[in-house]
């Protein structure tokens, strides 16, 4: 072999052992920073949620295996929101950090005293994780930050759906009650029996022949009651408001018992009530009509004139 192959043969092994070594080094980096969960948390051991918010913050309570809201008057929030926040929280990932200074957090806005969201999670007084929720780089997107690590990690997270606003997380519903068999309001009655809807006018009005039911008005009349959502907690102004008009109340009878309900209209805004709570609640205005603006002639079938009628009608027209 001549000196000149020696020399190539050796500066190829040379350059194969540097690749090896480029790929070994790089593996190495990049198992010691492999993605790695930002928060390790047993979802159902917790039992309070702390959202903050600019100088806003909630709290979301666990009782009796539901979540709730103490700053709203200990109403049920969303179960299907919280744990989807959750979700999220617990799939954030921690990968490269584009920062790992105390300098960095103020601009990333995830310091402890300038942040945009915080999600703190706690078992009764211990806390399991806290979270500060940043800037965004991009579309679903956010900076964010373990409290006690000074890195900095891009994560998929959608900050819009992490409000400190109790109304947000309110379950909207909470009124909506399902298997109903039996509506009943001032002017008629619904009943199901086997499947089947029958109606009367009033209890003394019961005769051998039931009138034709419109089925499809039934059926949306009994939906828009087991789809009922609520908007808003109403507050004081609104209860003087209704307080001052007269409410149409319809009673439900479901298969876990019975319900009055009373739906207002005052000062173009639209409110219900149920009688096994206090609160009162806004609602929208297709809400209301759908199921208040309901009488009996809707929920008939318009009679048919037979055709002998009709012939007599026309053969007693005048010519013309």
Known sequence: MTPLKTWLSGLLVLQLMLALGLFLMNQKHQQANAA?????????????????????S??????????TLPGLKDLLASQS??????????????????????SSHERFEV???????????????????????GTSPGFRKVHIRKAGDDAVYTAKLNSFEILANNQEWLDKSL???DEIKAVKTAEFSLSKDDGNWSLVQNASDISEQ??????VKVEDLVSG???LRVKTLADDAASESVAKVSP???????VDGNHTYQFYKADDNYYVSRYDRDQLFEINSVDYDRVSNIDITQLLVPEQKDESETEAINTTEPAQ
């Open 36 to 56: 790695e969960p930002l928060l390790i948390v047993d979802t159902t051991a917790l039992s309070k949620l702390v959202i903050s918010e600019n100088e806003n």
């Open 111 to 133: 310091a402890e005293d300038k942040f945009q969201k915080r999600v703190q999670l706690y078992n009764g007084d211990q806390q399991l994780g806290d979270l500060l929720i």
């Open 210 to 215: 039931q009138p034709d039911l419109n089925t």
């Open 248 to 254: 149409v109340s319809i009673d439900v009878s479901t």
């Open 175 to 177: 009124l909506a009650v």
């Open 58 to 67: 909630i709290d979301l309570t666990r009782q009796n295996d539901k979540w």
């Open 81 to 102: 929101k919280v744990e989807r926040l959750l979700t999220s929280l617990t799939g954030l990932n921690s990968g490269w950090p584009v920062a790992t200074t105390v």
């Open 225 to 227: 009651i087991s789809t």
